[in-house]
Each structure stands twice: as C-alpha cells, then as structure tokens.
C-alpha cells in the first residue's frame, strides 16, 4: 500500500493542525495505521497509533489529551487532528501502515511508509 501524509504547516503555540493519511493501490481499511514524527537529530518516536476498526487508539503520553486519530475506511484516509501544539512538537510526521489488526509504538513493526509532512510550531 502506498501512503501519502498531508496537512503539515506552520502555527503558532497553542494551535490545531490536521493531518491525513490517504492509501492509494489498496485499502486502508486492511491495516492499523500509525503516526509517528522525527525532529532534527532525534530518532523517530511514536505518536499515535489506531486500529483496523478504529476502536482502540493509542497515544503517546506527550500527545495524550491534545491529540486525535480517526480513521474513515470509505475515505480510505486516517486523520490526527492536533490541538494546543506546542513547540515540542515540531518534527517532520509520518504515516505507517501495519498488516497487524493492532498496530503498535514500535516503528520496527510497519510495513508500509508514507514520505512525510512538515509540522513547525513557533513560540
């Protein structure tokens, strides 16, 4: 499955971005899909993480609370709206797709890679 993340920008502290993940040449609906994002000169970290059903999300502890995966399997898209951003959270944002039904925080664990999005919050 090829994945495309979108949505990235830049916003000042305290603002929302939404990104989406969108699957081309199969369905998303197959798969947990992850985010996950890398700052300059850090390792690329887990954020959040949703299930085939889209009933059991998982997050990060950092983005706990501020952060929400969807997904619409009609629209073969999932989303992660991001409120209250702060500058901690600037990383370039990936999308993954695991053939598991769970997903997982371990980026070892997908498959699949989408290029990537730009997120930059400025204080």
């Known amino acids: 499955v090829q994945l495309q993340a979108s949505g990235g920008g830049s916003v000042q502290a305290g603002g929302s971005l939404r990104l989406t993940c969108a699957a081309s040449?199969?369905?998303?609906?197959?798969?947990?899909v992850g985010w996950f994002r890398q700052a300059p000169g850090k390792e690329r970290e887990f954020v959040a993480a949703i299930t085939v059903t889209g009933a059991l999300p998982f997050y990060a502890d950092s983005v706990k609370g501020r952060f929400t995966i969807s997904r619409d399997n009609s629209e073969n898209t999932v989303t992660l709206q991001m409120n209250k951003l702060s500058p901690e959270d600037t990383a370039v944002y990936f999308c993954a797709a695991d053939e598991s039904r769970w997903g997982s925080r371990n980026k070892d664990d997908y498959e699949y890679w989408g290029q990537g999005t730009q997120v930059t919050v400025s204080s």
């Open positions: 040449t199969r369905a998303l609906s197959g798969y947990a």
